[in-house]
């Protein structure tokens, strides 16, 4: 199954939105890249669009709606009508909304398996012991959140 792509505004949001740059904090060096690489090349694909550059530069700063809305119905068209254009910026973006929520999975089941031993943990916050191989441990706790 293929992930779903992103809409031009998806992208352009994703890109330019003040939104993505208040929680920059808390971005990787890996996303800051890839979110830095996805500017480039939609600045790239538009640098003899005088119009369009003015509002990438504004975007950049401010990242106000209507910047953001006017980027993403460019980059709509762009898309449409140049598929490798739009096949890299999609894939790039994907990685950086992927790595960007990654952060806010919360997992009820975990499994984590160390050389050849598995483990795993149905409650993350229930207390965590482990034994040896070919030992059983069973512990019951009481969960004031069932």
């Known amino acids: 199954m293929e992930?779903?792509?992103l809409t031009a505004a998806a992208i352009a949001t994703l890109a330019f939105s003040k939104a993505i740059e208040k929680t920059?904090?808390?971005l990787t060096a890996s996303v800051?890249?890839?979110l830095n690489n996805l500017r480039e090349k939609i600045f790239h694909r538009f640098k003899d669009t005088q119009k369009l550059k003015d509002t990438l530069a504004k975007a950049q700063k401010e990242?106000?709606?209507a910047d953001v809305d006017l980027i993403a119905a460019y980059?709509?068209?762009a898309m449409d009508t140049d598929d490798k254009f739009?096949?890299?910026?999609?894939?790039?973006?994907?990685?950086?909304n992927q790595e960007i929520n990654i952060g806010n999975i919360e997992g009820r089941n975990v499994q984590n398996v160390y050389g050849g031993e598995a483990f795993q943990s149905n409650d993350a916050n229930a207390p965590t012991f482990?034994?040896?191989?070919?030992?059983?441990?069973?512990f019951?706790?009481?969960?004031?959140n069932s």
């Open 86 to 96: 739009a096949q890299d910026i999609q894939q790039l973006a994907q990685e950086i």
């Open 75 to 77: 980059l709509q068209v």
């Open 3 to 5: 992930p779903a792509t």
């Open 63 to 65: 990242g106000s709606k």
């Open 24 to 26: 920059a904090e808390t």
């Open 140 to 144: 019951n706790y009481n969960n004031p």
């Open 130 to 138: 482990q034994g040896g191989s070919g030992h059983n441990i069973t």
């Open 32 to 34: 800051l890249n890839k």
